[in-house]
């Protein structure tokens, strides 16, 4: 995942915050990512039959560009009923409305925001009003604090006020082109509890000032979330609020895009592909209580959703993730955990390795392993586990982390 | 569940426990069942597609009659090859051979027994070579201890010999009758680790002094591990190993049974139920690092699938068992893991009841929700949940127990 990357400015975008004071702790918890001229966007939401009342706001909003989204911690507006989505509307309205007067003040052609350019993202708690009048009476700092101008810091500002368990805030960027145009993609997500993928999951954001229609962002962004949020697992919850959504400002002014194949978007695809993983990935290994990060690869399988399956069995199982914790090469697991998945497979081609250490062979113990050893690379903080059926062709790679007294700690604890 | 219940003699039945020093802290861990003049029998084995070598030599034998049923703790016999398979053939032609001895010195009919007269119960660590020549050196032992009249405390011994991290030895018993006849039902259990039902979950024995076909047995069984061994779930982990049989003497001597619909056989199946259910219970209840038992009943579903997917989404949840561990009524999570179930549903006909307080109504937070009131049954050592969908006649209720620190230590040290 490498280290902190430092964002800067994206044409277009501008991102302010400020503390709501939703916590008992002043901080931030209320953020807005603005574009003064609007952007495409493409979003992807849980596949929970219960959502929250700010996805069904943001599944109802027909508009194809958006001008701003806004993002609150600790209340997560699941469960709120029609008060709920009706303070999403009100704060939609004094949003619009004071977005509108400083259009009116700063810009030379200013348009009018209404209330369906707004979209929100909510974490936090299911069930509890929600906070209209806190959020409502910082929606004027909020726009005070907008500067057309981003640097790194506020990038980290946004990527802390959008936490809540989160230990560490996640930010990921990548340059590409399009054409001879250098294209910035730059993206920040939240994640830690209720982590499994089932379309999208947690929070990301992805920016950028690339020029690209609606629905072929809708597409890249369905594409590439497969092997990226819908990749990782914390605890095998999936939350009502997940959302992972991409902007483009257009600002980079590069060659009209008019198909997913355009051979130009090449560059730019991986390069997103890239920011997706790198925050999934970050998301994953800062899952609550983590003390590792765990890679899941599963390969020669007869399809892709077999070898997920076998991949996210070992991923979700609270057995596999303590012996981690406890550094222990405990592969009876693994073998236990590939069995219960439900998928066929002929025990005499099965290989398993931890890194380069290779466990089973051909589907028995490997002569070559030496407990001593693998219980040494089981200290490492990246553990790397490679299950190959040899029946096929296919593969998926999960990402997770260990389950250590610290999850308990924390999710027992977390209201109080 | 109740307390423990004294079980005494069933006639044709003979139990002995001994150390083969398979721990290094000395203690009973092998078990043998021995029928002398045989048991019909029925079992269901795990559906993990991978097993154990002992469930592979229980499904080859067809042996209607069954003469000992062995058991060892501490290694799985899981992934230990042909070498594995091999070392239950000799132990079963050891056993036979000293146990068809005994036949010609203890019985005025001696029958010779043979070694596909014999079944195992394994369960342990996965992987590990298995111990035969510690087991094979403890068979005289083993076979010297057989008494013929069994009492309350050997089948605590049995009990506490077949456990491995449970804390609590599991047993439970029922009389009813088959006709004019006075028919026992014992049984006992083991569980703790890898618990999740499919087919069969842990290990449970049941033995009866009835007399009833081995075709009938076994469609007794698997109708009634649905809503018992096959409803509960420690940590969604599924063993390679998993077995529950049932054996009977015959020696009650009751009137014939032809088929499973016989009116003669009502009550003994009921308490067939009870007895599999009341050590299903008591095999959740004892679930690693368990604080508190909870029961989740989910109704008026479209189907019992339905109801089992949604009563499981919630027993699996590990953001709800820590919740629960923490003494947390936070409802929210529960919303979360029936939205996450993949069921459909409709949200105004929604209730949830923890207990007999009232938290959902019709789809919105109940007016008579008192957060301090419900916080104050969350204290309880007996957790209910009731999850009502309104939409159809069906049902299912699971078994669970709350995720602690507890459930960590256990899991990230359990080798050493």
Known sequence: MGHFQDLEHIDGLSISTTSANLYKTRRDDLVMFYFRDGANYASVYTQS???????KWNRNISSKKIKALIINTRNANAFTGKEGYKSLKILAEEISNKLSEKQNIDEEKPSKVKSSDIIFACTGTIGEKFPKDKISSSIPDLIKKIKYTQNKYIWMKAAMGILTTD??????????????KKIKIYGLAKGSGMIYPNMATTLGFVFTDASIPTNILQ???????????????CDGDTSTND?????????ANNSEIKNINDQKL?????????????LAKRVAADGEGASKFI????????SEKDAKKISFSIANSPLVKTAIA???????RIVMAIGKSNVSLKLNKLFLNFGSYKIIENGNLSKSYDEKEVANYMKNENIDIIVDLGIGIKEFTSYTMDLTKKYIEINSDYRS
């Open 49 to 55: 039959k219960i959502v929250s009342e700010n996805i």
């Open 167 to 180: 230990l560490i805030p996640k930010l990921a960027m990548e340059e590409c082109f399009i054409g001879n």
């Open 219 to 233: 597409k890249l962004l369905k594409k590439n979330i497969t092997n990226t949020f819908n990749a990782i697992t």
């Open 243 to 251: 959302m992972v959504s991409l902007f483009a400002t257009g600002k």
């Open 266 to 278: 090449k560059s730019f695809e991986k390069s997103l592909f890239n920011v997706l993983l790198n």
């Open 295 to 302: 890679t899941i690869k599963v390969k020669n399988c007869k």
């Open 326 to 332: 406890g550094e222990d090469p405990n592969w009876g």
